[in-house]
């Protein structure tokens, strides 16, 4: 309890630091947020009323700025030259239109989200932010409202968890609070990108990460289920992680739930490169939960679990942050949180009803489908930056592609994780039925 104590005050002093750090927000002078009220065409200027100020300023538009991207009497993100602060080097409108269409897509991202989720441990991020970015929304406001969500949805689903006895609550914290300083990290390096390349250089940095690390991590975890499921579905800790057991270097933690006793410091990496990778392009999960698997040694079903504490303290640390850059689009929060919820309490319910390298092939499924999507909009973004030459046409459609097979994956993912656990549910009533027939004669 003493060692409990230690690591949750650790958690509120990382916390309270973050936030004093960080209160200016976002750098001045790079980007400001705000409203175009006025547009000169024949001059190349603009009229803003920045969000920090009283007074409009006249702003001068790049030649690489398009017409289309001026939008009157709409929150925008303005680039501002480094050096020329009246230059706009890009214009990106931050919060996009909720028609009908539009709402029911992210109610069932969030659902879906929400159920990959409590199922493996991952947040969904992985599925919620190109989801977003698939209706237009910017690369960095849909890591930050994705993030904005991820903490109270992590609680719910950790606690339910918890409630069946698979949460290591000692690994999810001592993972957590090395996961916040990642955290901040990663948004800096988010930001970066934003202002010097803008919501197209986001957006190609968010999906060139996907696709490398999804393809990388997602491919060796479907493998290892296969292998699993061919050897009668027994999960072994890897080589990795026995070998690293045996270093014994102080601080050792005995983690009980995962059965496992090991040093403090190799599980820092992997808390720092869960908050890194979950600030930068709002998606943790799938290097967290890999990594207690593979580098620490703990078993699919108690890291899926494990994370979600993970997921809990780096998301309220994330928000702090992002809420003082203003990125978080409030409307998409809620809608996700609202479905999330449901979401996240039947992904969990799941767990319980099915083998547990069956998470590791949900999780390898869907980040490699994810990967598809995320990949075909990638000529699109780098053709938005001028580095390679694309027709309007093309590029829709490839768009277009990318929304489809972002929508298989939410599919498949509910459809494996729902057909087996009504399988699960069915067999143990069978079961109970069995038993109660028994006693009967």
């Known amino acids: 309890m003493k060692k409990l104590a230690v690591i949750l005050l650790a958690i509120v002093l990382t916390i309270s630091f973050?936030?004093?750090?960080?209160?200016?927000?976002?750098?001045?002078?790079?980007?400001?947020?705000g409203i175009i009220t006025e547009f000169n065409e024949q001059a190349g200027t603009i009229l803003f009323s920045p969000n920090d100020a009283e007074e409009e300023i006249?702003?001068?538009?790049?030649?690489?700025?398009?017409?289309?991207?001026?939008?009157?009497?709409?929150?925008v993100i303005v680039s501002l030259d480094t050096k020329d602060h009246s230059l706009v080097l890009n214009v990106t409108r931050m919060f996009i239109d909720l028609n009908i269409k539009n709402m029911l897509f992210i109610l069932f991202v969030g659902f879906v989200g929400g159920l990959v989720s409590g199922f493996i441990g991952s947040g969904g991020a992985f599925v919620l932010t190109p989801g977003m970015m698939s209706l237009g929304v910017p690369a960095a406001v849909a890591v930050a409202s994705n993030m904005c969500h991820k903490f109270p949805k992590a609680m719910v689903g950790a606690y339910k968890r918890l409630k069946y006895g698979q949460v290591d609550l000692k690994l999810g914290l001592i993972m957590g609070v090395s996961a916040i300083a990642g955290v901040q990290i990663g948004i800096k390096v988010q930001e970066y990108i934003f202002n010097a390349w803008g919501d197209a250089g986001s957006n190609l940095y968010?999906?060139?990460?996907?696709?490398?690390?999804?393809?990388?991590?997602?491919?060796?975890?479907f493998r290892d289920a296969m292998k699993i499921a061919k050897t009668g579905g027994e999960e072994k800790p890897s080589k990795l992680a026995l070998a690293i057991q045996k270093i014994?270097?102080?601080?050792?933690?005995?983690?009980?739930?995962?059965?496992?006793?090991?040093?403090?410091?190799?599980?820092?990496?992997?808390?720092f490169a869960t908050g890194l990778m979950a600030a930068t392009i709002a998606v943790g999960g799938f290097v967290g939960v890999p990594g207690m698997m593979?580098?620490?040694?703990?078993?699919?079903?108690?890291?899926?679990?494990?994370?979600?504490?993970?997921?809990?303290?780096?998301?309220?640390?994330?928000?702090?942050?992002?809420?003082?850059?203003?990125?978080?689009?409030?409307?998409?929060?809620?809608?996700?949180l609202a479905a999330s919820l449901f979401g996240v309490q039947l992904g969990a319910l799941g767990t319980t009803y099915v083998k547990e390298h069956l998470i590791k092939v949900v999780m390898g499924s869907i980040m490699l489908i994810v990967a598809v999507s995320r990949g075909l909009a990638i000529p699109k973004y780098l053709a938005d930056l001028g580095l390679i030459s694309l027709q309007p046409s093309t590029a829709n459609m490839l768009m277009k592609a990318s929304f489809a097979v972002m929508a298989a994956a939410l599919l498949i993912g509910a459809f494996i994780i729902l057909k087996n656990m009504i399988r699960g549910m069915r067999?143990?009533?069978?079961?109970?039925?069995?038993?109660?027939?028994h006693h009967i004669k």
Do not use: C, H
Request: charged residues 15%.
């Open 294 to 336: 593979y580098v620490i040694g703990a078993s699919s079903l108690v890291a899926s679990a494990s994370e979600l504490v993970v997921a809990f303290t780096m998301g309220f640390a994330g928000s702090i942050k992002w809420a003082m850059a203003g990125l978080i689009d409030i409307r998409l929060t809620l809608l996700i």
């Open 248 to 271: 014994n270097i102080p601080p050792m933690i005995q983690l009980k739930t995962a059965n496992v006793r090991i040093s403090v410091w190799f599980t820092v990496p992997v808390g």
């Open 206 to 221: 968010v999906s060139i990460a996907f696709v490398a690390i999804l393809v990388t991590v997602g491919g060796y975890v």
């Open 18 to 33: 973050s936030s004093s750090v960080f209160a200016g927000g976002a750098p001045r002078g790079v980007f400001k947020k």
């Open 58 to 75: 006249t702003l001068t538009l790049d030649k690489s700025v398009k017409q289309d991207e001026i939008t009157l009497g709409k929150r």
């Open 427 to 437: 067999m143990e009533k069978q079961g109970e039925v069995k038993i109660a027939a």
